[in-house]
């Protein structure tokens, strides 16, 4: 099952992710490219195996690639930094 977007270019391999001079720049490469969702899958963290539920949210292609970038800084996989940092929030409005 191919759920590509068809006017999106696929990035079959981490390898074709290119360096990004600028957050524009990068901006513009992500509305062109999208992950295969095999490479998708495949760079998911699944140390825990706990039932969860899927939820889609909808970001600002710059903004998504700057949270890509914090993330690759930090080796994480965004969606789990994502959802740390929503941990930690949600930890700390529920301490106040």
Do not use: C
């Amino acid at each position: 099952m191919d759920t590509a977007s068809p006017d999106l270019k696929p990035i079959r391999a981490w390898k074709d992710v290119p360096a990004f001079d600028s957050e524009e720049v990068e901006g513009k490469f992500w509305s062109a490219h999208q992950l295969e969702p095999r490479l998708m899958q495949a760079s998911i963290h699944r140390a825990d195996v706990r039932e969860s539920t899927t939820i889609t949210l909808r970001f600002d292609p710059r903004m998504l690639s700057r949270i890509k970038r914090v993330a690759r800084r930090r080796y994480l996989n965004y969606q789990s930094m994502i959802k740390q940092w929503l941990s930690e929030r949600m930890e700390q409005e529920l301490k106040d």
